[in-house]
């Protein structure tokens, strides 16, 4: 938790997604407690946590990202995101219906055929929101 790195583009994304009532949650294999940190570091609330402390069954099952959008937020999967840096993230945003976008990292470049889009850092996800963008494995416009 102490060299935790704040992903260039982090703070805009997250003032973009609060400034247009756009709810943004942490869904984590982890325990809360470097949830904390990430909160406390930042200054950054999320309408929603769910953590291995919580809910099971965990990522990549899509329970827990269907309990976020469905259940806690009222939406329809499709007209969410799923951003995670693993597979396992991204086989639980397509099992439950949502948009995917992997963040890629230097060991992840093998799931980018999974992903919806891929993105180099949070700053990229901006002007995806912003202006929409094209879904790669689905061939559709969307906008969310």
Same mark, same amino acid.
């Given at each position: 938790?102490?060299?935790?790195?704040?992903?260039?583009?982090?703070?805009?994304?997250?003032?973009?997604?609060?400034?247009?009532?756009?709810?943004?949650?942490?869904?984590?294999?982890?325990?809360? !407690?470097?949830?904390?940190?990430?909160? *406390?570091?930042?200054? %950054?609330?999320?309408?929603?946590?769910?953590?291995? *402390?919580?809910?099971?069954?965990?990522?990549?099952?899509?329970?827990?990202?269907?309990?976020?959008?469905?259940?806690?937020?009222?939406?329809?999967?499709?007209? $969410?995101?799923?951003?995670?840096?693993? =597979?396992? *993230?991204?086989?639980?945003?397509?099992?439950?219906?949502? %948009? $995917?976008?992997? =963040?890629?990292?230097?060991?992840?470049?093998?799931? @980018?055929? @999974? !992903?919806?889009?891929?993105?180099?850092?949070?700053? *990229?996800?901006?002007?995806? =929101?912003?202006?929409?963008?094209?879904?790669?494995?689905?061939?559709?416009?969307?906008?969310?």
């Amino acid at each position: 938790m102490v060299s935790m790195k704040i992903q260039p583009g982090f703070h805009e994304t997250m003032d973009f997604l609060t400034r247009n009532q756009i709810p943004k949650g942490i869904l984590t294999r982890n325990n809360l !407690a470097p949830v904390r940190h990430l909160i *406390d570091h930042t200054g %950054v609330t999320f309408d929603k946590v769910v953590s291995r *402390d919580c809910f099971s069954p965990s990522k990549p099952a899509p329970e827990p990202l269907l309990h976020i959008c469905v259940d806690t937020w009222g939406l329809a999967p499709h007209s $969410t995101m799923m951003v995670g840096d693993h =597979l396992d *993230d991204l086989r639980c945003g397509r099992d439950a219906g949502c %948009v $995917t976008a992997l =963040l890629r990292n230097p060991g992840n470049a093998a799931f @980018e055929p @999974e !992903a919806d889009l891929v993105l180099e850092s949070l700053g *990229d996800l901006l002007p995806l =929101l912003q202006n929409g963008f094209q879904l790669r494995n689905r061939g559709q416009e969307a906008r969310l």
